[in-house]
């Protein structure tokens, strides 16, 4: 009894792997069909052809250009400035007299 119900195991194991793969397998082929835009070489006529270019690759919105002087931000202040002043003296005074 024991060995059938390996046997039967065995079986639904098989089964489910066969399941996962095929849907595996599915999934992999039906992203490829869905990716493939319009073929727009096909078309003969030349406005057509760019009618149709222009309605699978639409134009990017452009994004409004950040004012430089827009008084909501503060000004930028570089916080390595005045370390750079006190590392500068330090090298300054290593050698007075040379």
């Known amino acids: ?22 849907t595996l397998i599915l999934g992999t082929l039906s992203q490829g069909a869905v990716a493939a835009g319009p073929d727009c ?28 002087g827009d008084g909501s931000r503060a000004a930028y202040k570089d916080p390595f400035v005045a370390e750079e002043a006190r590392t500068a003296a330090k090298l300054k005074n290593i050698c007075r007299g040379c």
């Open 41 to 68: 070489r096909a078309i003969e006529s030349t406005s057509g052809r760019l009618a149709c270019y222009d309605a699978a690759f639409p134009p990017k919105e452009k994004k409004p250009a950040a004012a430089e």
């Open 1 to 22: 009894m024991t060995r059938f119900r390996l046997v039967d195991w065995i079986r639904r194991r098989a089964l489910l792997v066969a399941l996962m793969l095929g």
